[in-house]
């Protein structure tokens, strides 16, 4: 964080000294986040110096989870794609959900519960995003425990690439990944049910079948964005409150105020720093000329620490009545389709947290993930009283 105030300090858009360009304004975030026609999304094969040999080979369609998805497109073409499953992330859909996500949540805390020290982040935080995905998309309950182990590999291995080793593993992975969505679609396909992957493999008279690409693209973005991000919303809910002997009490006394809990966390530690766009003509930002085709880094963790949006923005105040004015979501056409099911699932685990295990206290060193972009903790001990 002081890093971004470095670069607030320094102006509207600032150039780094490996020449990206940068901006930490919430004003500027927003105006590119919403402008589709001078800002596009960038190709994520420029973000990997390397070659991740993970493109179409001509046999069989490989799917890059994220390359290929909608997240990666420009309207309107990524409007065409987003429409299909945003109701199934819609208010109607996720009441529907609410009993599935709280037996999820009791189940977690009914394994841990007991135990004298355990690992909050991968006996609890990433189990319960893991497990709701997993249900939504219709994961058979024979393959849940693979799935759940399975889940913490990639996500490690999404971290980053730094290393030879590293893009090995991470190419392991994601064939991993293509090949259990395969086997997922291909069982839906012949036993259909409620879950999202059945809706998206039949076609109704108002909703034509996805094209194979699209459909595997699909499905493995809601698999990565499921697992890879509520864990550090509520990993890094659970380390404020430890560390914060007033706002643990007042959540204590009050657990009604998780959503607001919830929201004031997403703002001060997102989990997710920062997004791109590129600008696709010439175009002025905030008074800088930027000349066609520049990568833009767009810092949504500092935009949440703006001073011209937030109060005191360096103060964790779960009561902060504008908190929902930060960026952890982004915003315009990419704003996150999971940001309702993101918000109930951590507000409901922290309240579930908190009421069974009042007494929760570190137990130990916590380790945080090493991507400069995914932030929150790997692995923090805990004891329950
Ligand atoms: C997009 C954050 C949870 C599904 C995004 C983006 C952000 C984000 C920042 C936009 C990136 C950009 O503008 O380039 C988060 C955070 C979460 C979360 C902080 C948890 C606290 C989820 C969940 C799901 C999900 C649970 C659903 C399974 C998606 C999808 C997109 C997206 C499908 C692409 C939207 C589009 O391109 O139209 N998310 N996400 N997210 N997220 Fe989430």
Redesign the pocket.
Known sequence: YPDYERIRALGPVVTSRLGLRLTAAHRLCVEV?RDHTRFG?MPVSDLYPTDLGLRHDGAHAFVHPIED?????NPPE?GRL?RL?APL?GPRALRGHLPMIESVVAGHLDRVAESPRFDLIGEFAARV?IG??AA?LGVPESEREDFLRWGGVVAAALDGVRSPAQLRRMRAVLTQLAEFCAELVAHRGRHPGDDVVSLLVAATPDRPALARKDLFA?VQ???L??F???V??IGNAVRLLLADERARRDFVSDPDSAEDLAEEV?RYQ???HY???VTREPVELGGVPLPAATPLV?L?AAANRDPEVFAEPNRFQPDRANAREH?????????????G???L??ALALRALFQRLPGLRAAGPVRNRPSRNVRGPLVMPVAPR
């Open positions: 986040l999304t998805s909608f997240l990666a497109l990524h987003r499953v992330f995003p709701v995905i939504l699909t973005l809601l698999l964005a499921g890879e991000t509520t550090n919303l997403l997102p989990p997710i997004t791109i766009r767009v949504l960026l952890a979501f982004s915003s315009g056409a990419h704003y996150c389709l999971g940001a099911l993101a918000r699932e951590g």
